[in-house]
């Protein structure tokens, strides 16, 4: 309930132009209405309408002599007056007359309190009478002995009154009826924003290849244009920095492998037993350096291979061969065995650098995570145009909840006491995407971690 609230405040687009939109239709309708009131009562057409006054003329002229009649004749004029269009449903704007004889007045409507008289014949003047002003127009008869005026409320409460309902009625009616046809307008409108929105939520962190949507909208290009910029900007840095590590680790590994080379030559040399302690520590120490300066230039590299890299049809069966018997001295060393099950026709596309260092890292993992003397198993099966190779082993597995993480580049399960980079898995990772492949985790049947890796076939 909050979050919608939240939701609702929030400054939107989609809203600030529906507001814009009815805001201005608002605007335009007023000053229809403001013109509308100002025509009104500038150019008043009843009082300009001569016949009426004609008709009065004659009237009282006619009947001068029976002023019984000529009052009835008057009253009946003025109602027809009255009754004539739109004045009669609203009381405040009426067309009122008097009617003067001989400077007597004869008659007046009804509803005048005082009498109303312009100046000047023939010419429509405003008129004060106590609170109310009044727009009248008097006309005479030649001989001058009759004298007609009609009169109109001229105040802004009257003219307010009488053109809201007619003139600001249809815009209130028509308001909320417009709002969804606006609204549908303005999400319409949007469309295109939200596709170029969708396309980079659906990117992954690192999919820095331009947008594919290119909108052939003049507003959205701009945007486009700047993340298009943007994200070559964000690819050009991420390959300098993988270049920097790249030529970092390169120029690390040879005063490593020197470094190597003169620790065993002092072992071997050296009598003294504490000294040689002290050597084996550093040669430990150079050799986990020289394997994290390994993994690291192995990531950069497979960071580095676009997908124009060289593909051949790799059979699994003689790969996983050559990894396994890569890494017997490792398993022998710690009585693990190594049972491969591989159909001997099953071939996916790749390069072969890149899947051995791939195998060898799962391979390695399940023999440094086993327990001395147990069991890794490596099995190769195809399935539905996909090869699917798993590696289980016997070890303490992994909690399923780290199951995401174990991809991630230095991530290494807390509590670990085997050493190693924690850029494996990441490497491992990065080749199986560059293969259109994918990498899942699970628990295997003997307590420890498989790993399943699945890879199109070749075709
Ligand atoms: N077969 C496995 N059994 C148990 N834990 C594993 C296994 N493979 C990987 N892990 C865990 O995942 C972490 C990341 O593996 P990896 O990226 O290969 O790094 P490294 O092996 O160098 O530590 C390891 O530190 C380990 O904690
Ligand atoms: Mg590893």
Not at 291 to 304: F, I, K, P, W
Not at 404 to 419: D, I, N, S
């Amino acid at each position: 309930m909050k979050t919608r609230w939240r939701r609702l405040w929030q400054p939107s687009l989609a809203r600030r132009m529906l507001l814009a939109q009815l805001g201005l239709l608002s605007l335009l309708w007023l000053a229809l209405c403001g013109y509308a009131i100002y025509d009104t009562v500038h150019q008043n057409e009843d009082l300009g309408f001569d016949q009426r006054y004609e008709l009065a003329l004659a009237a009282a002229r006619n009947l001068s002599g029976d002023p019984v009649r000529q009052r009835d004749m008057l009253q009946h004029i003025d109602r027809i007056n009255r009754g004539d269009g739109v004045q009669e449903s609203n009381p405040s704007w009426q067309l009122l007359m008097e009617v003067w004889q001989d400077g007597r007045m004869v008659y007046a409507s009804p509803e005048l309190e005082q009498p109303i008289r312009s100046t000047q014949l023939g010419v429509t003047q405003q008129v004060q009478t106590g609170q109310r002003k009044w727009l009248a127009r008097t006309l005479a008869s030649p001989d001058g002995r009759f004298v007609v005026t009609l009169a109109q409320p001229s105040d802004l409460a009257s003219i307010y009154l009488t053109h809201s309902g007619f003139l600001l009625m249809p815009l209130l009616v028509c308001l909320p009826f417009m709002l969804l046809p606006a609204w549908i307008s303005v999400r319409l409108a949007l469309r295109p924003w939200r596709r170029v929105s969708a396309e980079i939520a659906e990117r992954g962190p690192h999919d820095l290849a331009p947008l594919d949507y290119l909108p052939p909208h003049r507003e959205l290009h701009p945007l486009v244009d700047n993340i298009n910029r943007l994200l070559g900007r964000v690819r050009e840095s991420a390959r300098r920095e993988r270049n920097f590590i790249a030529d970092a680790a390169h120029e690390i590994r040879t005063p490593l492998a020197a470094m190597q080379v003169n620790i065993e030559a002092a072992i071997q040399r050296t009598p003294d037993t504490h000294l040689r302690a002290l050597l084996d520590g550093s040669l430990l120490g150079v050799q986990r350096a020289s394997h994290l300066v390994h993994q690291l230039l192995a990531l950069m590299r497979s960071e580095a291979a676009g997908a124009g890299r060289q593909q051949n049809p790799l059979p699994l069966h003689t790969l996983l061969q050559e990894c396994c018997a890569m890494l017997a001295p490792l398993a022998c060393q710690r009585g693990v065995e190594l049972e491969l099950q591989a159909d001997g026709d099953v071939k996916i596309s790749g390069d072969t650098e890149g899947m051995l260092s791939l195998f060898e890292n799962l391979i390695n993992n399940a023999i440094k995570y086993s327990p001395d003397g147990g069991l890794v198993r490596i099995a190769v099966q195809s399935d539905g145009g996909q090869a699917v190779i798993t590696v289980s082993d016997e070890g303490p597995g992994v909690a399923p909840e780290l199951y995401e993480r174990l991809c991630e580049r230095f991530f290494r399960v807390p509590g670990q006491r085997q050493g190693g980079s924690g850029l494996g898995l990441a490497i491992a990772a990065v080749t199986v995407a560059r293969h259109d492949g994918l990498l899942r985790f699970g628990p295997a049947n003997g307590g420890g971690l498989q790993v399943t890796t699945t890879l199109p076939l070749a075709a």
